[in-house]
Nanobody
Framework: QVQLVESGGGLVQAGGSLRLSCRASRSIFSINAMGWYRQAPGKQRDLVAT???????NYADSVKGRFTISRDIPKNTVYLQMNSLNPEDTAVYYC??????????????WGQGTQVTVSS
C-alpha cells in the first residue's frame, strides 16, 4: 500500500503558476507509476500527467507545454509545475499512485485532493 499527501494548491490569476507536491509513504522506485489527475465540478476525473518508475512522462494534450511533472527520489515526492494557468485549469487535483503485482493486477491509490482555482 501507499499513502499520498498533496500540497501546493491555491488561488492564482490567469497566466500565473503553481507547483503541486505529492509525497508518497514509500520509495517511488517501488511504485509503478505516479501521476496527477483533476476533476472540475460536474465533470469526470481526467488524467493530467504521469511519470513511471523509469522516468517516462505522459501529458494530457490540454497541458502539454505548460505543465511539467517531475520527481525528487530521495524525498519520495512527485511535483506538478503548472505555468500559464487559465480558468479552465480550475479543478481539484489528485495525486495517484499505481501498484501492479506479479499477475499484472493494478491497484490505484489516491491523495486527498488539492483545490486549484484560476481567476480570470
Amino acid at each position: 500500500q501507499v499513502q499520498l499527501v498533496e500540497s501546493g494548491g491555491g488561488l492564482v490569476q490567469a497566466g500565473g503558476s503553481l507547483r503541486l507536491s505529492c509525497r508518497a509513504s514509500r520509495s517511488i522506485f517501488s511504485i509503478n507509476a505516479m501521476g496527477w489527475y483533476r476533476q472540475a465540478p460536474g465533470k469526470q476525473r481526467d488524467l493530467v500527467a504521469t511519470i513511471t518508475s523509469g522516468g517516462r512522462t505522459n501529458y494530457a494534450d490540454s497541458v502539454k507545454g505548460r505543465f511539467t511533472i517531475s520527481r525528487d527520489i530521495p524525498k519520495n515526492t512527485v511535483y506538478l509545475q503548472m505555468n500559464s494557468l487559465n480558468p479552465e485549469d480550475t479543478a481539484v487535483y489528485y495525486c495517484n499512485a499505481v501498484l501492479e503485482d506479479w499477475r499484472g493486477l493494478r491497484d490505484d491509490y489516491w491523495g486527498q485532493g488539492t483545490q486549484v482555482t484560476v481567476s480570470s
